[in-house]
């Protein structure tokens, strides 16, 4: 071997052992870079934990807050319908002591509860209750100028018909706006117990918003002896006539039919000897009538029935829960 190829050797030698050193170095450099991207990862992800765990416990406690607030309005709820159950029954006290202050003077004869009214004492005075269902209609109006003409007041038992602000004026005119239903289909209203007072609360929430008053005077659609509500629900109408009492209500029957919804155009001179058949012999009496934009004999008879029932020495007042009671005997 040469002196040259000694010193050649070398020389790669070197620069082998050079290059091997970049290489280390430039691994070392690699290595601690990645530790410290790894290291800097891990603490921000126990840091996303601690937010997490913090964010689940801010959850709880809102779920805890809301069953809270939940729990608060459902007492705000009960005590509301009970301060108004209280109400109703003082307004029903204060009008029982009113009554009966009043009857101090000439005593009107009562029925009592559960029969139908078929007083015949002609002694005291004798009251006629004119009472319309089915309104308001396109005849509202003409039936309320009859009644001021006559100096009549009476009942309207109103559905949730698309005239229902007509009761702003029957309630101004001094005359008695009671409830018979938001929507007059038996197959609805008859279904259960729990559907016929849905349907009576909506219309007596449109009652209220239009004259401010919650009525407790009720109708039931075809009376409380219809039988067709059997075909829906066996039994409906015992339970509901318990029922609607228990919840402060008074329905009303009527013991003299004009029978002026017994087929359609029924003429002016039957309603007219109807009523006047019906009568006889009776202090109380309450007149099924109708107020639907086919009844025109209805309107068309009510001057002359007025007339006639004036004649008789009866006078026309508006039902009031304290009015003598007209039930039927049940039949479902
Ligand atoms: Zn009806």
Redesign the pocket.
């Known amino acids: 071997m040469s002196a040259n190829q000694g010193l050649f050797k070398n020389k790669i030698f070197l620069i082998t052992l050079s290059f091997l050193l970049v290489i280390i170095l430039a691994a070392g450099i690699f290595g601690m870079e990645y530790s410290s991207v790894v290291s800097e990862n891990n603490s921000k992800n126990s840091q996303i934990n601690a937010l997490e765990s913090e964010l689940n416990d801010l959850s709880s406690k809102n779920a805890e807050n809301e069953s809270k607030i939940s729990n608060q309005q459902k007492e705000r709820d009960e005590l509301n319908s009970k301060i108004k159950q209280l109400e109703d029954e003082v307004s029903r006290i204060k009008l029982l002591k009113a009554q009966k202050s009043s009857s101090a003077k000439p005593s009107t004869s009562k029925t009592p509860s559960g029969t139908s009214n078929n007083n015949s004492s002609t002694s005291g005075p004798k009251v006629c209750y004119l009472t319309f ?2 309104g308001p209609s396109d005849n509202t109006l003409k039936i309320l100028d009859i009644l001021k003409k006559a100096n009549a007041k009476a009942t309207f038992f109103v ?1 949730g018909t698309s005239k229902l602000d007509y009761i702003k004026r029957i309630h101004a005119e001094g005359h008695t706006v009671a409830l ?1 239903a938001n929507n ?1 289909d038996y197959s609805k209203i008859y279904k259960s117990e729990q559907a016929y007072f849905d349907d009576l609360t909506k219309l007596s929430n449109k009652v209220k918003n239009l004259i401010g008053i919650e009525s407790k005077i009720i109708r039931f ?2 009376g409380s002896s219809n039988a067709v509500s059997r075909k829906y629900n066996k039994g409906i109408m015992t339970r509901l006539t318990k029922q609607v009492q228990q919840k402060g209500y008074v329905y009303v029957d009527w013991n003299v039919d004009s029978t002026d919804a017994s087929g359609n155009n029924i003429s002016k001179a039957r309603i007219l000897s109807s009523v006047k058949n019906n009568c006889k012999g009776k202090s109380n009496i309450c007149i099924l009538m109708h107020d639907t934009a086919a009844k025109k004999t209805t309107v068309d008879a009510l001057p002359e029935m007025i007339s006639y029932l004036k004649a008789q020495g009866y006078r026309f007042d508006a039902l009031t829960t304290s009015s003598p009671i007209f039930h039927h005997g049940l039949n479902n």
């Open positions: 269902d089915d559905v018979h007059h659609p075809g």
